[in-house]
Each structure stands twice: as structure tokens, then as C-alpha cells.
């Protein structure tokens, strides 16, 4: 697995220490899979869902690419669901960082632009990635999900174009003397 990067869902998070949902007020299934159902009331402290590991035919350990729903939304990667000290539910999308990529190119560029230019957004937003990880880590999370860092909506937001731009380019950042840019 390459980079990964922890995301809180800002619609569903507390996030900035501004709480939008508190745990309580989950009357509904936040978080499901095929097989998983979960609400609010069913989280103690910390719980990850969604990453699941096999074995291929040399005995190596293998995450599957798997794809999890919160909220109605679906996202790639696992789930983490967090109580804070004051009971506020963080829901936190773990996702390599070309899924992530993909998303937030498509979102912050149209997936019918040309695929040079979709290439080029992936670099920058790979670039801002990298440079702000860990922007939110006093909150337990490294990038929010809104335009305070930059607009993920996970796989709803994915498109062929921009799923392509991510691959062609994995792994390009932009730097100068030897350090990520701004």
C-alpha cells in the first residue's frame, strides 16, 4: 500500500472544535458495509471498519480495496469513528492518497477537462497533501474534508478522467531544493 492519509468527513465530524453532530444525536446508520451496521450508540471510544486484510499466495498480508458508506456517502478505505473527551463522534476516512487524489481533482477541476490539465491538478493537490499532512493532527485526523484543506467527497466524486490523472501521475509532487512546496 502506498501513502495513506486520514480525512475527517467535515459533514459529519466534529471538527475545529466545532461539533456538527453530537453522538447522541444519531438516530440513523452512519456507517454500514455488506456484512456491518453501525449507529453512534455502538461506539465506545475508537473503532475502525472497512479495511480488510488477506493473505495472497506467498503468505503476505493484503488490504482489499474496499469501499464503506457513512452517512449515505461512499467513501474507499476504512473508517475510523472517534469519541473525543466530550462525546462528539469524528468520523475519519483512512484512504490511500491517490484515491484521495482522485477525488478532490474531480471536485476542485471538471472530470471533462483534458486530461493534461486533470494531470497537472493532481500534482498540485498531491503537493498540498503532502505539504499540509497533519494539519489537523491535535484533532486526530491530517486533512478535513472541506475547502479548509481540500474538497473530498469521497467516491461519489470519482470519475474515469480523474481516476486516470491520479494513476499517471502517483507519487509527483512538485519541490524546490528539495523540500514540497506551498
Not at 459533514?11 to 451496521?37: C, G, K, L, Q, R
Amino acid at each position: 500500500a502506498g501513502t495513506e492519509v486520514n480525512i475527517a468527513n467535515s459533514t459529519i465530524a466534529s471538527v475545529n472544535s466545532t461539533p456538527v453532530h453530537s453522538s447522541n444525536s444519531f438516530s440513523s446508520i452512519i456507517f454500514e458495509t455488506d456484512d456491518i451496521t453501525v449507529t453512534a450508540d455502538e461506539v465506545s471510544e475508537e473503532v475502525e471498519y472497512g479495511r480488510e486484510k488477506i493473505l495472497d499466495e506467498e503468505g503476505n498480508e493484503v488490504e482489499t480495496d474496499s469501499v464503506v458508506s457513512v452517512d449515505g456517502k461512499k467513501y474507499r478505505g476504512s473508517i475510523i469513528l472517534r469519541k473525543n473527551s466530550e462525546g462528539l463522534l469524528t468520523v475519519i476516512n483512512r484512504v490511500d492518497i491517490e484515491d484521495y487524489i482522485a477525488s478532490v481533482t474531480a471536485i476542485e477541476m471538471s472530470p471533462s477537462f483534458n486530461l493534461e490539465a486533470l494531470k497537472a491538478q493532481a500534482v498540485c493537490a498531491r503537493t498540498y497533501a503532502m505539504k499540509n499532512m497533519g494539519k489537523h493532527k491535535k484533532y486526530g485526523f491530517d486533512l478535513c474534508a472541506s475547502t479548509d484543506c481540500q474538497a473530498y467527497k469521497g467516491v461519489s466524486a470519482e470519475s474515469e478522467t480523474t481516476n486516470v490523472a491520479a494513476q499517471e501521475t502517483a507519487g509527483q509532487i512538485m519541490t524546490y531544493d528539495g523540500e514540497v512546496i506551498d
